[in-house]
């Protein structure tokens, strides 16, 4: 099988599962109690924190483990408009993940003001927008790190910059897809929260962090018990936030080396796609992009048949978002991008880990092109090929 759909979600790295096992079987003790059978789970627990913590340059009880990315998110905006609760504006993009932008849009129906810049046609942000739109009652400005559709950097020192020009905006990122990819560091990256998810990171799915910069005000999203230091209630979901750890530590030492080879394969499949593929589009190839996304647009197809037929050759990839892919609505992220009508329902994502490999690559450029030639002939708006 070649899998190229891990921004949707990915495989659980062997080293994780095996840190976590233990953890799923004999020690399942209640890591709040002080008994040893607890307290050996406590510990895994701690270390886990201090190792998502070195992931991103932060100090260990600034790291809050979460039920996931989506709750990272929601409970970051929670935060932020609770801190001040005379500022009823929130700034956000038109391309967050829904879990910003949805969140945002039920925060509009309830009576705040939100306003989403846009980006251009490469998925750069429009930071004049961005300029005009910050105002004395904003309370937070959530803009994501690295986009998951065409994986585009944000440039967030800049965006800080701007921001940080009115007193009193909290600034938050949704570092989802950039964890784990690129280099974080909350030293010098002038951020107040930061999310990141397990299943990004060869960690299970269900767990995430919420990272609250030393000193910035904090409103717990679940009520309850006190774990998690009053920040988070419900018990600790110990293997898979232990999984969370050894992910970020692998993550951390192997970053550098990976993301080479992962970049020198992604260079490969949009190369051998975009010689084989006339008209192909590469969305977002004009901005800083993560190494492992490559977003392609084909013209006069459609991404859903793609896709099917791939399938079929147990080759797994996306179109567009994972997130939208039960609507027939094009993606929002590339109506925002502006792709052309003539593309944007053969948009599909390619997105590449770890455990891709240079066979898996080339099977894909061998196997796609005839498949984008076929649908193409069939196509009804094929006058705009040579016959
Ligand atoms: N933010 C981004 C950018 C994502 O890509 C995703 C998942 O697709 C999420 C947030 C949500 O993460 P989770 O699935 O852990 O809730």
């Known amino acids: 099988m070649v899998y190229l759909d891990n921004n949707a979600t990915t495989r659980i790295a062997p080293e994780v599962f095996e840190e976590m096992a233990p953890f799923l079987t004999n020690w399942y003790g209640n890591p709040s109690n002080v008994y040893a059978f ?181 409103h717990p999203l679940l009520i309850g018990g006190h774990q998690e230091g009053g920040r988070r209630a419900g018990t600790e979901n110990a293997a898979s936030i232990i999984g969370l750890g050894k992910a970020s530590e692998m993550a951390r030492t192997g970053m550098a080396k990976e993301a080479l080879f992962i970049a020198q394969l992604r260079d490969a499949l949009e190369a051998g796609l975009a010689a084989s593929c006339p008209g192909a589009r590469i969305n977002g190839a004009g901005s800083a992009r993560l190494s492992n996304t490559s977003h392609i647009s084909f013209p006069f197809i459609d991404g859903e048949a793609v896709l099917t037929m791939l399938d079929r050759e147990s080759i797994f990839v996306s179109t567009g978002s994972a997130c939208n892919a039960t609507t027939d609505e094009p993606s929002r992220v590339l109506k925002a991008m502006r792709v052309p009508d003539s593309h944007i329902r053969g948009s599909m994502r390619f997105s590449l880990s770890r455990y891709t490999t240079t066979a898996h690559i080339d099977r894909l450029i061998e196997t796609l092109p005839p498949i984008v030639r076929r649908l193409q002939e069939l196509s009804p708006f094929r006058t705009w090929q040579e016959k």
Do not use: W
């Open 38 to 218: 607890g307290l050996q789970v406590r510990q895994k627990i701690e270390e886990a924190r201090q190792r998502t913590a070195e992931l991103i340059g932060a100090e260990p009880e600034e790291i809050i483990f979460t039920g996931c990315g989506t709750e990272s998110n929601n409970t970051a905006l929670m935060s932020a408009l609770k801190t001040f609760p005379g500022k009823k504006h929130i700034i956000t993009t038109t391309v967050e993940h829904p879990s910003v932008y949805n969140f945002c849009a039920r925060l509009a129906a309830e009576g705040y003001r939100t306003t989403a810049i846009p980006v251009d046609q490469e998925g750069a942000l429009d930071m004049d927008r961005l300029s005009a739109a910050v105002a004395e009652d904003t309370a937070v400005v959530s803009i994501m790190y690295a986009n998951n559709e065409s994986g585009v950097i944000f440039p967030l020192a800049e965006i800080s910059r701007i921001i940080k020009g009115v007193k009193g905006v909290l600034f938050h990122t949704d570092a989802v897809q950039a964890a784990g990819k690129i280099p974080i560091d909350v030293k010098t990256l002038p951020v107040d929260m930061l999310s990141l998810s397990g299943h990004k990171l060869h960690a299970p799915k269900g767990v995430g962090a919420l990272y609250v910069r030393k000193g910035t005000p904090f």
